[in-house]
């Protein structure tokens, strides 16, 4: 009887595997090589920069209150609206200044009334002076004569005496009473100042940011009714580092980027707050704006500060694709475009910077055409 070799299945399978031509890569594409342009990665000498973040603030602002207590009987202004310089904002309740100012003006009317009496009245001492001035000149000629007793002359000296007191009680009432009527044309110009503080008026030509009023409402001297801003002067003001401030000065020029502005402005360093932040550790610095239609306080903002200069590896910002948290490029490797997720740094106009996976002298495609992918066959044009 033969004896049969038993060979277990496994093993006859992993010997017939062994007997198997090795497998190759797959080769680049065999489709023609696509034209591609490419530019050098290389290394250039960029400004160091520093950024800080702040918020728009407009240069001139105003918390407009009411001099007076009263009620609010109209309001005529909302938020956001644009009011020019002695525009009519409030109107208060001023029933009690009228009447202060009908008083003070029916006391002023009452010395005006009087002046036409008090002038006859000089006018009649005048004459009763001038009257005595001559019976004495005529009687003192008689005296001096002897044509007159010693009594008679008397009489007449005591009668000018007499006149001309008259005369200048006369006058001095008249002055008088021209004191008490430019007293009350002062208690009426100091109604009429205080009638007008019931109609509260802007006190620049600017936009109303806020609104704190309305009709029916109690006015108190000091109390906000509106906050305004002068429109068209703003600046940003940015919270710096104390480690940079020493970097910064008056004056410097200094870019600046908005949210909701699509272009980067340039300004200029116009204060640098002495105070720090006890908390943040900050420093405030104010940089004025060029003015814009569409600016507004709060607007979040970006300073960026040039503080010196630094190497560093640059390529085109056009030849980065982002896909979600992800930055790559297209190298030309021999002829054949590989895929090389990069980490971008800064950006200056149409250039970024490359931080990590990219050395200075490769090849990077640049501009992108359509449908490339990695592995793909390029040819790179000058």
Not at 31 to 49: G, L, Q, R
Not at 63 to 71: D, E, F, N, P, R
Not at 263 to 274: C, D, F, M, Q
Not at 370 to 381: F, I, N, P, S
Request: charged residues 25%; proline residues 4%; positive net charge.
């Amino acid at each position: 009887m033969t004896k049969r070799l038993l060979i277990p299945i496994p093993l006859v399978m992993w010997l017939a595997g062994c007997g198997e031509a090795p497998k190759e890569k797959p080769a680049a594409s065999s489709s023609p090589a696509m034209a591609v342009s490419a530019v050098t990665a290389v290394t250039e000498t960029w400004p160091s920069i520093y950024e800080a973040t702040g918020t728009v603030r407009a240069r001139t602002s105003a918390v407009i209150s009411a001099k007076l207590m009263g009620y609010v009987r109209e309001v005529k202004a909302q938020a956001g609206d644009r009011v020019r310089e002695g525009q009519l904002l409030v109107t208060l309740d001023a029933r009690d200044l009228d009447v202060n100012s009908r008083r003070a003006e029916a006391a002023r009317e009452e010395v005006r009334a009087a002046v036409p009496e008090a002038d006859s009245g000089v006018a009649a001492a005048k004459a009763n002076l001038d009257l005595a001035q001559a019976t004495f000149g005529r009687m003192q000629e008689l005296f001096q004569k002897k044509s007159i007793s010693n009594q008679e002359f008397d009489e007449v000296s005591a009668k000018l005496k007499a006149a001309r007191a008259g005369y200048d009680m006369a006058r001095a009432r008249r002055a008088q009473l021209n004191a008490k009527l430019a007293q009350a044309d002062q208690e009426v110009r100091s109604t009429e100042v205080a009638r007008s503080y019931a109609e509260v008026l802007a006190p620049f030509t600017g936009v109303v940011i806020a609104k704190s009023v309305e009709p029916g409402s109690l006015a108190l001297p000091g109390a906000a009714l509106f906050t305004m801003e002068r429109e068209g002067a703003y600046r940003l003001e940015a919270s710096v580092e104390e480690s940079h401030l020493a970097a910064i000065r008056l004056g410097q020029a200094v870019s600046v980027t908005l949210d909701g502005v699509d272009r980067a402005l340039e300004a200029r360093v116009s204060e640098i707050v002495p105070a720090v932040d006890a908390a943040s550790r900050t420093y405030t610095v104010k940089i004025d704006l060029p003015a814009l239609p569409a600016m507004r306080s709060g607007v979040f903002g970006r300073a960026i500060f040039q503080t010196g200069s630094r190497p560093l590896l640059e390529i085109p910002a056009g030849a980065v694709t982002e896909r979600g948290q992800l930055q790559s490029v297209f190298v030309a490797d021999n002829g054949i475009a590989r895929t090389r997720l990069i980490t971008a740094g800064q950006k200056a106009k149409d250039r970024v910077e490359v931080l990590s996976g990219l050395s200075a002298g490769e090849r990077v495609i640049f501009p992108l055409p359509r449908g490339l992918a990695d592995g793909a066959r390029v040819e790179v044009r000058q």
